[in-house]
């Protein structure tokens, strides 16, 4: 079954009362960005960071209204338009940057794939030299949580079809806001 946002925010928040700091922990170490050298570091991190993209009202809280809105985040910052609205037009070009320089597999995308793509812009976003150091940290930590949200169900990679499907959801739950 393809991703949508809502299935995305019914995985993390368990018990169906906004995803809170805790879930966002589970979450991360669920889907592998615990593990290995600096894994708690890394899951400290990408949690602050999730809060900060996405908590609008500053309770440290997730609403659903909050992903909504700014679910965008989430996916590549190439897939945008002027206007700051997801741009299907785009999908094709930002798969094609992705699977760019890759030799086999080229259908589809996985975390390390992703990483590599993100790490460029969240080195540019950085700003200290310190929060530049751990650009590889963040960016592995963002595909994760990318992937777990374009991918099919059960899926550890996407296809251009999973990311057409993820960007029509997610204008669709933002037009169903308004
Ligand atoms: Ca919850
Ligand atoms: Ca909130």
């Excluded at 009202?57 to 997801?86: C, F, H, N």
């Excluded at 320089?101 to 390390?112: E, F």
């Excluded at 700003?127 to 963002?142: G, I, N, Q, T």
Aim: charged share 35%.
């Amino acid at each position: 079954m393809r991703a949508t946002l809502r299935r995305f925010y019914e995985r993390i928040d368990v018990d169906q009362n906004d995803i809170d700091e805790g879930e966002i922990r589970t979450y991360l170490k669920k889907i592998g960005v615990g593990d290995g050298f600096l894994g708690a570091r890394a899951v400290d991190a990408a949690t602050s960071e999730i809060l900060r993209i996405l908590d609008e009202s500053a309770d440290r809280r997730i609403q659903w209204r909050e992903l909504v809105l700014g679910g965008k985040k989430l996916l590549p910052a190439q897939l945008l338009d002027a206007e700051g609205r997801l741009d299907r037009s785009k999908v094709g070009d930002v798969f094609e940057s992705i699977v760019g320089k890759k030799k086999k597999n080229r259908d589809q995308v996985d975390a390390k794939d992703l990483a590599k793509v993100m790490e460029p812009e969240i080195r540019k976003q950085a700003d200290s030299p310190l929060k530049a150091m751990f650009a590889p940290m963040a960016a592995a930590a963002a595909a994760k949580v990318a992937i777990d949200a374009i991918a099919s169900d059960g899926e550890k990679v996407f296809t251009r079809e999973d990311l057409y499907a993820i960007v029509d959801d997610i204008n669709r739950e933002v037009d169903a806001l308004s």
